[in-house]
């Protein structure tokens, strides 16, 4: 079982549609990071939320974390083919002595 | 540009080849990482760099052996590999290797594709 859940594993839509994908944990984490990562490169760091119900924005994309700092999820707002890629979600609790990935959504925005 | 540099990006090695893979990072970080990434698998953690001593290695085969001569240097040895360890191989990089409320983030670099024919 991963530390990290993520939802959807797949997700397939038209160009201008809105989605939002999920980071679900039953731990508490200290601090979790969003990365989008394309074929054949490395994870690209998009945001780090560390404050139970944070919100940030980066141009279309808004990132949550939960109030019990257990889960997260990132929404985009009128996705466009440039968004397709792999997005992870990583993060330890204060206990944790290493970081952990969720397995993925993997996104296919289509023109 | 994420201040981790790896090098090669591609590298194609026959079975029986010796071969290293180098990581370099310019961010001022304690710990490396090695990662495995393949199409079937999710990102797997390999080995763990702090202050240039190894504190985790995740059950590795010995076929794959990391150097860590100074913070800002990792590479993987690769000898005698197998066709199933074709993969992207990432390194990374963070403050600490322990996640913390002030924000500790891993930073990957480019990865390199190795195909092991």
């Known amino acids: 079982t991963q530390l990290l859940e993520q939802s959807p594993q797949f997700l397939s839509i038209q160009e201008g549609e809105n989605l939002t994908v999920y980071c679900n944990s039953s731990?508490?984490?200290?601090?979790l990071q969003w990365y989008r990562q394309e074929p054949g490169e490395g994870p690209v760091l998009l945001v780090t939320?560390?404050?139970?119900?944070e919100v940030k924005k980066l141009k279309r994309l808004t990132f949550q974390f939960g109030d019990a700092r257990k889960d997260s999820s990132l929404h985009i707002t009128a996705a466009q083919p440039g968004d397709t890629g792999l997005y992870l979600c990583?993060?330890?609790?204060?206990?944790?002595?290493?970081?952990?990935f969720g397995s993925g959504t993997k996104l296919n925005v289509k023109p | 540009e994420t201040g981790v540099t790896q090098t090669p990006r591609h590298l194609v090695m026959g079975m029986t080849n010796k071969k290293s893979l180098k990581c370099e990072q310019h961010?001022?970080?304690?710990?490396m990482y090695w990662y495995k990434q393949s199409a079937k698998k999710p990102l797997e953690l390999m080995f763990v760099?702090?202050?240039?001593?190894?504190?985790e290695n995740n059950s590795v085969p010995s076929r794959f052996s990391p150097e860590c001569p100074n913070s800002s240097h990792l590479f993987l040895h690769l000898h005698t590999l197998q066709p199933e360890d074709s993969a992207l191989y990432l390194c990374?990089?963070?403050?600490?290797?322990?996640?913390?409320?002030?924000?500790?983030?891993?930073?990957f670099g480019e990865g390199s594709w190795l195909t092991v024919v």
């Open positions: 990374a990089s963070s403050q600490d290797p322990r996640p913390s409320s002030s924000g500790n983030t891993i930073y």
């Open positions: 731990s508490v984490f200290s601090s």
């Open positions: 939320v560390v404050t139970g119900g």
């Open positions: 990583a993060g330890g609790g204060y206990n944790f002595n290493k970081f952990y």
């Open positions: 961010l001022g970080h304690n710990a």
């Open positions: 760099y702090n202050f240039k001593e190894q504190t």
